[in-house]
Structure formats: C-alpha cells, structure tokens
C-alpha cells in the first residue's frame, strides 16, 4: 500500500434531481435529516440557529447527530455559493468539498474529502471509516430523492450495520 493515498479521496454518484434540490440537500437541516442525520442544526456566522429550512451560508457552523451514534460532530461551512458547491470542515481539520454539476436530466455529485492526517488511528477511523459512511449515505441520498426510500437503519437493536 506503498502508493495508496491516505489523505483524501472522492465519491461521485448521479442522481436524478434538479440542482437546486441536490444544494438544498447538503444545505438545509431538514434536507439532511431525511438522508443522512437523526438531527441537524445549522447556525449562522453570529452563532444563532437558522430556520431548518433556511439555506446556510459561508461562515455559517453546524451541529450534527446520527441515529445510533452518540457524538455530535461540530463544523464549519469554509465555502457555499448558492448554487453549486459547498465545502465545510469534517472529522477534525479535514475539508468535504461537495462540487455539484447537471449532466442532461440528473445531478452529479462529486464528495472530496480532504486533509485527512495519516496517523493510524485517522487512516482507519477517518480515511477508511469516512469513504464507507460517505459511500452509504450518498446512495441513500440518491434512493431518497428518486424514490423516497430511506434506507439508514434506526433501531437500536441493529448495530454496526453497513446502513448504521
């Protein structure tokens, strides 16, 4: 694994959506809730919680939980332009840059996750843990938005499934 890149890496999928839906999904707390977090918060740069609808901006911080998970993960929005990319701070100093593009009647969107340190505990728990938890939930993003199915496991007597 001499040549294996522990520092970042890219997910893509294409879903069938209008682009303003896909930004809206990695934007709005109560897009993200119905793919991807039991609960989140999104709050502008002076620190007050913003309408769940309500697109965040650039300077803007969050607040995120899972379903079976208790750690909430604390961030920041470093990027959003309104239309087309957001990027945002994730697992410590790490950066998720969320570039999204129309492709006749779908939407690709491309995950890059990057700055991930190359300690061994963040080569197993953030590069490796983070491309699979990221790989799950952007299909589920894609079942979501195209059919409605929520495919992320809620009970709690079911742990440490791949749809955890």
Do not use: H
């Not at 609960?39 to 079976?68: F, H």
């Not at 959003?80 to 100093?93: E, H």
């Not at 979501?144 to 742990?159: A, P, S």
């Amino acid at each position: 694994m001499k040549n294996f890149n522990w520092t970042t890496f890219t997910k893509k999928i294409i879903i069938k959506s209008e682009l303003s839906d896909m930004y809206g999904a990695w934007t709005k707390a109560c897009e993200l809730e119905k793919w991807f977090l039991s609960k989140a918060v999104y709050k502008e740069d002076g620190g007050l919680p913003i309408d769940k609808d309500q697109t965040v901006e650039k300077g803007g911080t969050y607040e995120w939980n899972w379903y079976l998970f208790e750690v909430t993960e604390y961030g920041q929005i470093t990027e959003a332009n309104g239309k087309d990319f957001v990027q945002f701070t994730f697992a410590g100093s790490c950066l998720v840059d969320i570039q999204l593009s129309t492709q006749d009647e779908y939407v690709l969107v491309e995950l890059t996750q990057k700055n991930i340190p190359t300690d061994d505990n963040s080569k197993q728990g953030i590069r490796l843990g983070c491309e699979s938890g990221w790989s799950f939930f952007l299909v589920n993003l894609k079942s979501v938005y195209e059919g409605g199915l929520d495919l992320r496991n809620k009970d709690t007597q079911w742990k440490g499934l791949v749809n955890n």
